[in-house]
């Protein structure tokens, strides 16, 4: 049974950092993707970034300016989302989730849009407040 957990999340200060984890299971598959994205009250459902199982080749929406960074534990298996200078904009409920599509790639901009992720996980809240 495929499971993704989130963890980590939680209130900061504007300007800070927070590193969030996802740890996965269920699958020994060669080829995944695992993806985070986040969802503000009131708003859409959008890719922050992700990372391929294969090369550990990682892509980011260009909205967050280079402050995120995704890097993984092949051992443990868990992905991480390190979230840097966070803005007001930032809060959300984080997910991560997980995409067996080969054509990923292909589709443009794919790695970043949700309905093409197969599993995710329940999510983790972040607040950015003084």
């Known amino acids: 049974q495929v499971q993704l957990v989130e963890s980590g999340g939680q209130a900061v200060q504007p300007g800070g950092s927070l590193k969030l984890s996802c740890k996965f299971s269920?699958?020994?598959?060669?080829?995944?993707?695992i993806g985070w994205f986040r969802q503000a009250p009131g708003k859409e459902r959008e890719g922050v970034g992700s990372?391929?199982?294969?090369?550990?080749?990682?892509m980011y929406a260009d909205s967050l300016g280079g402050r995120f960074i995704i890097d993984r534990d092949m051992d443990k298996d868990v992905v991480y989302l390190e979230m840097n200078n966070l803005k007001p904009k930032d809060p959300a409920v984080y997910y991560c989730?997980?995409?067996?599509?080969?054509?990923?790639?292909?589709?443009?901009?794919?790695?970043?849009?949700?309905?093409?992720?197969?599993?995710w996980g329940a999510g983790t809240q972040v607040t950015v407040s003084r």
């Open positions: 989730a997980t995409s067996f599509r080969p054509d990923l790639d292909v589709i443009y901009g794919g790695r970043l849009v949700p309905k093409l992720y197969d599993y």
């Open positions: 990372i391929k199982s294969s090369d550990g080749s990682t």
């Open positions: 269920g699958f020994t598959l060669d080829y995944y993707v």
